[in-house]
């Protein structure tokens, strides 16, 4: 059965692929599981329908069969436990990438997701100019951590994993900030995995709900 995935049928980000069932549709690209994408509207999102999916009434969602998820990182762990591709064989491997995945949404997301807060929605407040640069300097702990665990390696433990695929999409929301380029090894590392085939895929994907365009084959 075919995975129906929900996203925003007018995305926020521009087309730039930050919204997060970027990286639903990410995953499903790496295991090489088709899907299906159904759009909804900002208002259509808070109603019953979607709700029914979704208490919080956000994207994306995940149905196969009697099976709904929701929650990205839910989504991307179950598309990796249930399809080869993402997670290692290796039972001890295979738990220390479950780990990056929450790491990447537990530790590493959060104070990139309050910049973005305080950047977009609060840029008028007038304490945002004296709580941005305390917000900066939380995210470059962060990254000075990451950084040096990452070291030379293209990857975070061995080869891609969903924990790769999970931080990438995190540290995707600083490009505009400058804050990853005083980190050289971990812009590599984004580059790294936005040049793999699969997020191309998905990213033309996502991209095309925003401009119209179908995607490219």
Do not use: C
């Not at 080869?159 to 812009?187: I, K, T, W």
């Amino acid at each position: 059965m075919t995975p129906i995935i929900t996203a925003f049928e007018r995305s926020p980000d521009g087309g730039k692929g930050l919204a997060r069932d970027m990286r639903v549709r990410w995953a499903l690209e790496e295991v090489g599981q088709p899907y299906d994408v159904r759009l909804v509207s900002f208002r259509e999102m808070k109603e019953p329908e979607h709700r029914a999916r979704h208490p919080f009434g956000q994207i994306p969602t995940y149905e196969e069969g009697d099976l709904v998820l929701f929650e990205s990182g839910a989504i991307v762990l179950h598309v990796a436990e249930r399809r080869a591709g993402l997670l290692p064989d290796d039972p001890n491997a295979r738990a220390r990438a479950i780990a990056w995945m929450f790491a990447a949404l537990g530790t590493v997301e959060p104070p990139i997701l309050e910049r973005a807060t305080a950047v977009i929605a609060e840029r008028d407040k007038p304490w945002t100019k004296e709580r941005l640069p305390l917000v900066d300097d939380r995210i470059r702990v962060r990254l000075g951590d990451l950084s040096a665990h990452l070291g030379g390696a293209d990857w975070l433990d061995g080869g891609f994993s969903a924990g790769d695929l999970l931080m990438v999409h995190a540290l995707l929301r600083l490009g505009a900030s400058g804050l990853l380029d005083e980190y050289p090894n971990l812009a590599a590392y984004v580059a790294r995995a936005q040049a793999r085939p699969a997020y191309q895929r998905a990213f033309e994907a996502q991209r095309a709900v925003f401009t119209g365009e179908s995607p490219r084959s």
